[in-house]
């Protein structure tokens, strides 16, 4: 391992990650890895989280090739120093900031979206001119081995290397130093990433996650409206990796008056989009493993939460499926309603008014993602400026994500750091400051010894006040 | 709670009274009132009062901490603050409003923003070398951005966090804004608790310990730190020029004692004497002919630095390269302008950070081994200069050496100019601030999506079928001829 980080460094060194043919050509060829294989992709994924093609080219394939093309059409923008502005004072000077590649840093993946966590990182990376050690999620294993197969066969091995294996080998790799570290996963290894970091002070971005509430309060505006809704909750619950996503809508916030009305067209909608009953459940992944298939399950087995659900409920421990499943007002004290549920399970929590929406999530902490379902401008006022998440994405799920104008990251316990198109670019670069200045002029009065003359000129100076310099030095102010 | 003990008549600040200091900020930052931009304005107002009104309290207050002239306290403490307060008092609006984002055909129709919120409750523990500037610059970035905030002053400038505690309670608003004095306890009290974003700037020891701290409650963390700051000096240069931008930005400046003073320089073994020749004339012309004598020299500021100075000057092998200066006065912990030629390069002045008067100067063979002699000598620092003509020469500078900060022809100066970010790479540190940079230091950047019912992609919804897949792929490429493709293929399969 040690030898293998010694060898990213040494080429770092060298300079070559730096040209911009170098990483245009690992761009293109990251690519030509994803257009090539695509097949060997959906079958892994299918291996690993049962995701059916569409799925895996929806939230997967199709958003990292979005990723790297987007990137290799910006990359010269980016990668060019932008002029800063100088005060006339520094007259003649010229400012500019110049991004620069970090060095050696290293990425962790998780494994509900174990590609796109992967190598949208990773395009974000050798954009920014570095060299890269990725350690994929092993729960995710199917995936993981095809990363590591696959990715020395395209990319330049002396600068991206893969590492495959599990909490050891990411403990181990926390214990060297790196110019920066990419986490994506739960905020308690969160912690454990910023101390190790921490002794070596290199900078991290953690991507976790929270409870992402969704407030509905369109449903009594037109019946279309309502079923969008309906079809856009239910796509951003169970549509990403039945809800094992950091943004999948982890919780319901609507009137009581119309808990029914949403219930029924939840039900409708899930049953068009995913089948009756579990026996004929499809186009929906799996629960990834037993033990998050037992964590779910016991977030069931509190008589009180059991009796609140209303629809579904049932489990098959074989097939690792968890049907999809809505509760109506479970306790709040309950475990499902305290932790991130990152699973196939959907609380719906009723108010007496809708506002109170604000208030319930303020009590929680921030979350990664807040969607707002209104056509209330004042309420969405309301919600932007009295609460605190991530992203804030008004009618509709999941699609701030494909999104590369915004930053995407959290705040509080959902993370720090943002990525995603040029904040990819960003993330991984250290903009550094630069300013050029002549031998003429001189300003005389930086020099000791000082008087009080030397003062009031640079007062005035640093004022900028140039009016008030010319009439110093022409004598019509006194010190 | 306050314990209060008789002997000292002092209060206790444990971790209890952290807390508490702690939840009167969260409780007034939830209510909004920090938010609001009346609230801030008539802080930055007020600090421009505070600084306006007590000039000569703050100069002698730094004279008593540091002999520090009154020249540099005016200048680099109060006047770079009011800059501080007036840029962000002219610019706060515009920072504060929302960012527009392109949106593509992708997840047509739909708008974005980016919105600026403040982070909550922070905290800013600052150094003892401009104790006012690095107390209260971070300050201005806090409230420009609307948080609530509670400073650590230095205990090694006492005078100076004493003042600040005073003149904070006096003009700013107490319920939102706290200083909490003390010294590794009271530090600690306060790194026990969840804040919503740190800015430390110090040394990278204690920086190591604040971001530990940090990540048990995943808190965002700003580290100005410091390094080795080089300076390449090149021939065919104005030498009287580059000589007094030199010594500007080294003994002017808290006589070394700044984490962005040269520390170091490299020089040609041609051109060194010249260059020595030239540092003993202008330093005779600015400071006297016995430095300890001038009163426009910072002293250093405890001897506890005094005694590691010493340490470094008197170490076997280093002791015999000065060439200049060297003259000291322990009573009054004065170190005379001292530079040294050609020690060691694993001597202990070449290791550490030298925050000092004290100047080595290495020589190479050619101006061009300057860039090696910088990239072995271990971490990345906070500022490198370059004095030189030669295009070539400072491309090379620009594009190779990495550093916080890069000045081609002068030195520190840099640090005014608020569009350029400042801060560390490194083990200089991370995060910037100045100017907008600490708006955004202490802001979370949130996005926001809006998005209608029109225009509702059937195809992001289960089934799943061969023929959404090649719909997708086309929708999810934003080429509109191949999702006119795409959709024409659909109709018509």
């Known amino acids: 391992m040690e030898k293998s980080i010694a060898e990213l460094r040494e080429t770092f060194k060298t300079g070559g990650t730096k040209s911009i043919s170098w990483r245009k050509s690992q761009l293109k060829a990251l690519l030509q890895l994803i257009n090539q294989n695509e097949d060997s992709i959906f079958k892994a994924l299918d291996q690993d989280l049962g995701k059916s093609p569409v799925e895996s080219y929806r939230d997967e394939v199709g958003v990292l090739k979005k990723s790297v093309t987007y990137t290799l059409s910006c990359l010269e923008k980016w990668v060019a120093p932008k002029k800063a502005e100088v005060p006339l004072l520094f007259f003649p000077a010229k400012a500019e900031v110049m991004p620069q590649p970090l060095g050696v840093v290293l990425i962790f993946s998780s494994w509900n979206f174990p590609f796109t966590l992967a190598l949208d990182p990773l395009i974000g990376a050798i954009s920014a001119g570095n060299t890269v050690l990725l350690k994929p999620s092993d729960l995710a294993p199917a995936c993981m081995s095809f990363l590591v197969e696959t990715i020395p066969k395209y990319l330049d091995n002396k600068a991206v290397k893969v590492l495959a294996g599990g909490a050891d080998i990411g403990e181990r790799l926390l214990q060297l130093k790196w110019d920066k570290i990419f986490f994506t996963g739960s905020p308690r290894v969160g912690r454990l990433v910023m101390a190790a970091a921490a002794k070596h002070l290199t900078p991290v971005t953690l991507e976790l996650g929270g409870k992402s509430p969704a407030i509905v309060d369109t449903l009594s505006t037109t019946p279309s409206k309502a079923k969008v809704t309906a079809k856009r909750i239910v796509g951003g619950k169970w549509g990403p990796c039945t809800g094992q996503a950091c943004i999948a809508i982890d919780y319901v916030l609507v009137e009581e008056k119309l808990a029914s009305t949403l219930i029924e067209l939840l039900k409708k909608t899930i049953k068009r989009f995913y089948g009756e009953n579990i026996k004929s459940l499809k186009n929906i992944s799996r629960i990834v493993n037993k033990h998050q298939f037992q964590r779910l399950v016991n977030l069931l087995k509190d008589p009180d939460v059991a009796d609140s659900i209303v629809y579904g409920g049932s489990v098959d421990e074989e097939k690792l499926v968890i049907e999809p499943t809505i509760l109506l007002d479970p306790p709040l004290d309950s475990e499902i309603m305290s932790e991130e549920i990152f699973g196939p399970l959907l609380p719906i929590i009723t108010l007496k008014n809708v506002e109170e929406s604000i208030d319930f999530i303020n009590s929680k902490s921030n979350p990664l993602v807040i969607y707002a379902f209104t056509e209330d401008e004042t309420f969405k006022k309301r919600i932007l400026s009295e609460t605190s998440s991530g992203t804030v994405t008004f009618n509709d799920s999941m699609v701030q994500f494909l999104c590369d104008s915004l930053p995407f990251g959290g705040v509080g316990q959902s993370g720090f750091g943002r990525y995603h198109g040029k904040y990819s670019f960003d993330t991984f670069s250290h903009e550094k400051s630069i300013l050029h200045r002549g031998f003429y002029p001189e300003i005389e009065p930086r020099y000791p010894p000082w008087t009080d003359f030397k003062l009031l000129f640079l007062k005035l100076a640093y004022q900028f006040d140039y009016f008030g310099l010319i009439l110093l030095l022409l004598g019509f102010k006194r010190s | ?493």
Not at chain 2, 85 to 112: D, G, I, Q, V, Y
Not at chain 2, 373 to 398: D, E, Q, W
Request: overall charge positive; charged content about 25%; hydrophobic content about 40%.
């Open chain 2, 1 to 493: 709670m306050l314990m209060e003990n008789k002997a000292e008549n002092k209060a206790v600040f444990d971790a209890e009274s952290a807390k508490e200091v702690v939840k009167e900020l969260r409780d007034s930052f939830v209510t909004g009132k920090t938010k609001s931009h009346r609230w801030r304005v008539t802080q930055l107002k007020a600090m421009l009062k505070m600084l306006d009104e007590n000039e000569p309290q703050i100069v002698a207050a730094l004279r008593d901490d540091l002999s520090k002239p009154e020249f540099e306290s005016s200048l680099y403490e109060i006047q770079i603050l009011k800059n501080s307060c007036r840029l962000a008092l002219k610019e706060m609006n515009h920072w504060m409003m929302p960012e527009k984002a392109k949106t593509s055909l992708t997840t047509f129709p739909s708008s974005a923003e980016i919105v600026s919120e403040p982070l909550g409750v922070v905290l800013v523990i600052s150094a003892w070398n401009y104790p006012f500037l690095l107390s209260l610059d971070p300050v201005v970035g806090a409230i420009s951005a609307g948080n609530a905030i509670v400073l650590k002053p230095s205990e090694m400038a006492p005078a100076s966090s004493s003042l600040i505690a005073k003149l904070v309670a006096d003009y700013l608003d107490s319920s939102c804004i706290k200083v909490v004095e003390g010294a590794v306890p009271e530090t600690s009290a306060l790194l026990e608790q969840k804040w919503d974003k740190i800015l430390y700037t110090g040394n990278g020891r204690v920086a190591r310990i604040v971001m530990a701290a940090a990540a048990k409650h995943l808190t965002p963390v700003v580290l100005e730190l410091g390094g080795k700051s080089p300076v390449i000096v090149d021939s065919n240069i104005n030498l009287k020029v580059a000589t007094r931008r030199i010594i500007a930005g080294k003994w002017g400046c808290n006589n070394g004692q700044a984490c962005i003073s040269p520390d170091y320089i490299i020089t040609t073994k041609d051109y060194a004497t010249k260059l020595v020749d030239s540092f003993k004339c202008e330093l005779e012309r600015f400071y006297g002919k016995d430095p300890l004598e001038s009163k426009d020299l910072s002293r250093i500021v405890n001897s506890n630095h005094f005694d590691r100075l010493s340490k470094l000057m008197d170490e076997e092998k280093v002791s015999s390269k000065i060439v200049h200066g060297g003259q000291r006065n322990e009573k009054n912990l004065q170190i005379a302008p001292t530079i040294f030629l050609d020690v060691p390069v694993n001597s202990l002045i070449m290791k550490e950070e030298i925050f000092g008067p004290l100047l080595p100067i290495i020589t190479v063979d050619k101006v061009e081994q300057s860039f090696d002699l910088i990239h072995s000598s271990g971490g990345k620092p906070l500022a490198a200069y370059l004095f030189t003509n030669n295009k070539k020469l400072k491309r090379k500078f620009v594009e190779t050496v990495s550093a916080g900060g890069l000045v081609v022809n002068d030195t520190a100066v840099h640090l005014a100019i608020h569009s350029l970010p400042f801060g560390g790479v490194g083990e200089s540190g991370m995060g910037s601030y100045h100017g907008k940079f600490s708006f955004d230091a202490f802001s979370h950047k949130k996005a926001v999506l809006y998005r209608g019912f029109a225009g509702d992609a059937f195809l992001r919804y289960p089934p799943y079928t061969p023929g959404k897949l090649t719909l997708l792929q086309a929708l999810l490429s934003g080429s509109i001829v191949g999702i006119i493709r795409a959709l024409l293929g659909w109709f018509w399969a």
